[in-house]
C-alpha cells in the first residue's frame, strides 16, 4: 500500500502541474493576447473567469460521480476532457472560440483538486496530511512556473498546445495508475445539505469565498497591471510572475509545516496578516526588487493560509470526505472568477485604490479566523 500510495500522490501531482500550467502564464500574457486578437485587454482577459467560473460550478459534480465511478477512470476522462477544451481553443484563432476552449478545459480540470483531496485525505494519515496536501498544491506552481517560461519566450498559442499533448499523456499514466487507493467511494451518499450542517462548515466555506475573492482580484491582474504601470514587455512580465510561482510553492511547503506544527488556525492568521499587508502595499510603485519582494509576499502569504485552511477540511469527519472536497474547489474557484471579474472594473479607473481596498479587506479576515478555524487540538 505504501509504494501504491507515493505513486497516486505522484499521478495527481502531475495532474496538478497539468491543470495550472497556463492559468498563471495566460494571466502573463493577456496584453499580448489582446493585441494579436485585436481586441481589448479587458476582453481577452476573459480567458481567466470563463476558465474559473466553470470548473468552480463542475467541481460539486465529482463527489458524486466518485460514488460511482473510480476515482481512476473519473481522472482519466478528465484529463482528455481538458486536452479537448484547449484543442477547441486551437482550432480558431479568435476570441469566441477560445473561451468556448477555456470552459471545456474547465470542465475537464474541475475533477483534479476535489478527487485529489478526497484520496489523499483518506489514503494518508492525519499527521502527515499537510505536508502531502502542501506537496499537491506545490505541484500546481511548479506547473505554472513551467508555462510562464514558455510564454515569455514563445507565442501564446503554444500555452493552448502543450495542455493537449501533456493531457493525452497522464489520461495514459493514469491507465497505469495502482488500482488500490483509487476505488470507487462505493456506499457513500453524498449530501451537500448535509455536509452544510456539519460543525462550523459554512463559516470555513465562507472564509475561503472571500479570501479567494480578493485574492484572485488582484493576482489574476498582473499582466495588465504590469504591462499598463510599470511598462514592462513580455519577457519581464512573464519572468516577474515566474518568482511569484515559485514563491507560492515555497510557500505550500512552508504551509504545511506551520500547518502540522502550529495549528490551522495559526497558519491562517500568519498567511491572512501577510496576504492582506503586503496586497495593500501595491499602492505604492516601486524598484524592480522591490516588487519582486511584495509580489512573492503576496504569494507566500496566500499559499500559507490556502493551506491551513484546506487542511481542516480534511480533519472533518470521513463521512464528508466527498463533499468538503468539491466544496473546496468549487467556492474557491467560482469565487475567484467572480472576484476576477468584480474587480475588473474599478482596476481600469485605479489600480493602486483598488489593491489598497483589496488589501484591507483581506486584513478584516483576521477578526473572523478565531471563530472559523478550529485549533489543531480541537479537530
Known amino acids: 500500500m505504501i509504494s501504491s500510495r507515493r505513486w497516486i500522490l505522484f499521478y495527481f501531482c502531475a495532474a496538478s502541474v497539468l491543470i495550472s500550467f497556463n492559468i498563471s502564464a495566460l494571466t502573463a500574457v493577456i496584453p499580448a493576447m489582446a493585441r494579436s486578437l485585436n481586441v481589448t485587454a479587458n ?3 476573459g480567458v481567466i473567469p470563463y476558465y474559473m467560473i466553470p ?12 460514488a460511482r465511478y473510480s476515482i481512476k477512470q473519473l481522472m482519466i476522462a478528465a484529463c482528455l476532457l481538458f486536452a ?47 505536508r502531502v496536501i502542501g506537496m499537491f498544491f506545490a505541484s500546481s506552481f ?21 495542455p493537449v499533448i501533456l493531457g493525452i499523456f497522464l489520461a495514459l499514466g493514469f491507465y497505469f495508475c495502482p488500482d488500490e487507493g483509487m476505488e470507487a467511494n462505493s456506499g457513500i451518499k453524498v449530501n451537500y445539505l448535509d455536509a452544510f450542517n456539519a460543525g462550523g462548515l459554512r463559516r470555513i466555506l465562507l472564509f475561503i469565498f472571500f479570501m479567494s475573492l480578493f485574492f484572485h482580484g488582484v493576482c489574476k491582474w498582473y499582466g495588465v497591471y504590469l504591462d499598463k504601470i510599470y511598462g514592462y514587455n513580455q519577457l519581464t512580465i512573464s519572468s516577474l510572475i515566474i518568482l511569484t510561482a515559485i514563491a507560492a510553492g515555497l510557500g505550500q511547503v512552508i ?18 496578516v501577510l496576504l492582506g499587508v503586503s496586497v495593500a502595499a501595491l499602492f505604492f510603485q516601486y524598484s524592480m526588487p522591490v516588487l519582486i519582494a511584495v509580489l512573492s509576499l503576496i504569494s507566500l502569504g496566500w499559499t500559507i493560509a490556502h493551506n491551513g485552511i484546506s487542511t481542516v477540511l480534511t480533519d472533518f469527519p470521513d463521512t464528508y470526505r466527498l463533499e468538503l472536497a468539491s466544496l473546496n474547489s468549487a467556492v474557491r474557484f467560482f469565487s475567484g472568477g467572480i472576484g476576477f471579474y ?38
Not at 490551522?264 to 492568521?269: F, K, L, Q, S, V
Open 255 to 272: 504551509g504545511g509545516f506551520i500547518t502540522d506544527k502550529l495549528g490551522r488556525r495559526n497558519a491562517c492568521y500568519i498567511g491572512t
Open 342 to 379: 468584480l474587480s475588473g472594473s474599478f482596476i481600469e479607473s485605479n489600480f493602486s485604490l483598488t489593491f489598497l481596498i483589496i488589501g484591507g479587506l483581506m486584513l478584516s479576515q483576521i477578526f473572523f479566523i478565531h471563530k472559523i478555524v478550529p485549533q489543531r487540538k480541537e479537530v
Open 55 to 66: 470548473y468552480g460550478i463542475c467541481a460539486l459534480l465529482y463527489a458524486p460521480l466518485a
Open 84 to 130: 479537448l477544451g484547449h484543442l477547441i481553443s486551437l482550432s480558431g484563432n479568435n476570441l469566441t472560440i477560445i473561451l468556448l476552449g477555456r470552459v471545456v478545459a474547465g470542465l475537464g480540470a474541475a475533477a483534479v483538486t476535489p478527487l485529489a483531496l478526497m484520496t489523499l485525505g483518506k489514503i494518508f494519515e492525519k499527521d502527515v496530511r499537510g
Open 43 to 45: 476582453d481577452a482577459a
Open 142 to 162: 511548479l506547473g505554472a512556473m513551467l508555462g510562464l517560461l514558455l510564454s515569455g519566450v514563445a507565442h501564446w498559442h503554444w500555452l493552448y498546445t502543450v
